[in-house]
């Protein structure tokens, strides 16, 4: 195992508060801080990292503040979740070049998902979401990823790394992407024959709008997924002052959701926020809205320890229907009310409602379909 403080930066928890301390209640007197010493992790299931490593997107700074921006509006919020232990082990440092950046990100995040840990990453460009994806790339281990955007990253013609990084994590070889959902795009910057290969792929692609009317339905696709990048352009302007990409997007209570729908997921091991510039910030507006998604994200941690598994069946309702002439089941968890259901070879995957009473008027749930499409 690597020496994980060769890589990084401590906090300096004294900087981000000047008025004196906190009290007992906020989140800061409750997170393990690395302030020189890495913590014992044996009792963490969150662990929080920094990234600094700007130059994807093509503005570079050699003191990003983009982390410790988040962390001073994180630790002020008052801890809810005894239950869910966290840590804080500072920033990882940046590299000569952006690849000496990526390679520290992955060995850092690959040590700590070996550990079992939930890695939480704040800061940096969107790009930096491809060494969170080498991480499981070192391991040999097939995963399921979203990104969160308002935008899709496969653009080739352009020089800029955060606006083609999926081109690699998408098509490099050997590819560890088993499927790949992209929620909340705004189709008025996407090409049209991109979604049109997204689909040959067996991709899922979600746009804004489909997202935002039916937000629960995300719920499930974010608890199939390993690795979540979320792109702050996601979110509207009004909510998120520091993006510059659209006036639409997602609400800050969506984006709180689907943080919480983060947390409850026992699949994910990654979750990255990228794409914050706080010199682009209002009031430190961003910040906020960044550390209270985190605090939902934490919510959600703490409500997946209620749930029982798939094998404890007294735990869960079934419902038994017959689809297109096929027998399949559906299961309702009795303690999170989430469903599951049961594909033809005895696999299981995450579902909703929805599908549920589709499946009951022998209607193929489009979930149904799409899987057994990959399959």
């Given amino acids: 195992m690597h020496d994980l403080q060769d890589f990084l930066i401590p906090v300096n928890i004294h900087a981000l508060n000047e008025d004196g301390g906190y009290n007992d209640g906020q989140l800061a007197k409750h997170i393990l801080v690395n302030e020189g010493e890495i913590p014992d992790l044996s009792t963490v299931d969150i662990v929080f990292i920094g990234v600094s490593e700007t130059r994807g ?20 919020l008052h801890y809810w979740h005894f239950d869910v232990g966290i840590a804080d082990l500072g920033n990882i440092k940046t590299g000569a070049t952006l690849n000496d950046s990526y390679a520290a990100v992955k060995t ?105 009317d039916n937000i629960e339905e995300m719920e499930p696709v974010i608890r199939n997924t390993n690795l979540l990048s979320f792109d702050m352009n996601a979110i509207k302007y009004s909510d998120a002052p520091a993006n510059v990409c659209s006036a639409n997007g997602f609400t800050g209570e969506e984006a709180c959701v689907l943080s919480r729908y983060a947390g409850m997921s026992s699949e994910l091991s990654s979750f990255g926020i990228f794409g914050y510039d706080p010199t682009l910030d209002k009031n430190e507006l961003t910040a906020k809205q960044i550390s209270q998604m985190l605090w939902y994200f934490i919510d959600g941690k703490s409500r997946s320890k209620q749930e029982a598994s ?22 309702q968890s009795r303690k999170t009310s989430r ?37």
């Fill in 57 to 76: 997107g093509g503005n570079f700074s050699e003191n990003d503040l983009a982390a410790d921006t988040i962390r001073r509006q994180l630790y002020q």
């Fill in 310 to 331: 798939l094998q404890e069946r007294t735990h869960f309702n079934e419902f038994h229907t017959v689809v297109a002439e096929m027998d399949t089941v559906f299961y």
């Fill in 339 to 375: 469903w599951w259901m049961q594909l033809p070879g005895d696999k299981i995957i995450a579902c909703s409602y929805n599908d549920y009473v589709n499946a009951s008027r022998n209607e193929i749930p489009e979930r149904w379909l799409r899987e057994q499409e990959r399959s």
């Fill in 108 to 212: 850092v995040v690959a040590e700590l998902i070996a550990l079992k840990k939930t890695v939480v990453i704040l800061g940096g460009t969107h790009d930096v979401s491809l060494a969170q994806y080498f991480a499981y790339k070192q391991f040999g281990k097939h995963i399921e990823a979203t990104c969160i955007d308002a935008t899709i990253d496969l653009r080739g013609e352009s020089s800029l790394r955060s606006e083609n990084f999926l081109l690699e994590m998408l098509t490099g070889e050997p590819n560890m992407v088993r499927h790949y959902n992209h929620i909340g795009f705004q189709s008025y910057f996407v090409h049209p024959r991109m979604l049109e290969t997204m689909d040959k792929l067996r991709f899922d692609c979600y746009r804004v709008g489909v997202a935002k």
